[in-house]
């Protein structure tokens, strides 16, 4: 828990103060569990001396089945906890790759709105170097047409 703890830190520090809730309240229990622990067993080993070895008396199997009870509750304490973290997590997450999802929809569509772009240029520049191609053959022509004009005017003039 702390290791995502320091991953999601950017979070806001609410991982982090569930976190620590968590682990205070666990630290308690477990100090109480130590505690009521060394209760029973003074308890038990004092009865024992006394009355001697009784594995049938009720009362012990009574404290016995709450203790299980008991802890049983508090692994299913612990449990909820981890799961409201993890489904905390599962929602920034599913958060996350949705704004990442939207982010690439909007490049993918800028992407296609380029490629239209570069084709309609791409066929701009096609159709201006075919009239340039075209302007300079008819220049070409008309030229020649001019040299031999002036050539037969010449021709003819001088003879």
Same mark, same amino acid.
């Given at each position: 828990?702390?290791?995502?703890?320091?991953?999601?830190?950017?979070?806001?520090?609410?991982?982090?103060?569930?976190?620590?809730?968590?682990?205070?309240?666990?630290?308690?229990?477990?100090?109480?569990?130590?505690?009521?622990?060394?209760?029973?067993?003074?308890?038990?080993?004092?009865?024992?001396?006394?009355?001697?070895?009784?594995?049938?008396?009720? #009362?012990?199997?009574?404290?016995? *089945?709450?203790? =299980? +009870?008991?802890?049983?509750?508090?692994? &299913?304490?612990? @449990?909820?906890?981890?799961?409201?973290?993890?489904?905390?997590?599962?929602?920034?997450?599913?958060?996350?790759?949705?704004?990442? #999802?939207?982010?690439?929809?909007? *490049?993918?569509? =800028? +992407?296609?709105?380029?490629?239209?772009? &570069?084709?309609? @240029?791409?066929?701009?520049?096609?159709?201006?170097?075919?009239?340039?191609?075209?302007?300079?053959?008819?220049?070409?022509?008309?030229?020649?047409?001019?040299?031999?004009?002036?050539?037969?005017?010449?021709?003819?003039?001088?003879?």
């Amino acid at each position: 828990m702390e290791l995502e703890e320091r991953e999601r830190s950017r979070d806001g520090g609410i991982l982090t103060k569930k976190s620590k809730a968590c682990k205070k309240e666990m630290d308690i229990l477990q100090k109480e569990l130590r505690q009521a622990r060394v209760a029973y067993s003074d308890d038990v080993l004092s009865r024992t001396a006394l009355l001697g070895d009784e594995t049938d008396d009720p #009362r012990a199997v009574l404290l016995s *089945a709450t203790d =299980r +009870l008991e802890n049983s509750s508090r692994d &299913l304490e612990r @449990g909820f906890c981890m799961t409201t973290e993890t489904e905390a997590m599962g929602r920034d997450i599913l958060g996350n790759l949705s704004r990442d #999802r939207e982010t690439m929809q909007r *490049a993918r569509e =800028r +992407l296609r709105e380029t490629d239209a772009g &570069l084709g309609q @240029g791409s066929r701009i520049l096609t159709s201006m170097m075919r009239r340039a191609m075209q302007n300079k053959v008819i220049l070409i022509g008309i030229g020649l047409l001019a040299i031999v004009v002036i050539s037969l005017i010449v021709y003819f003039s001088l003879r």
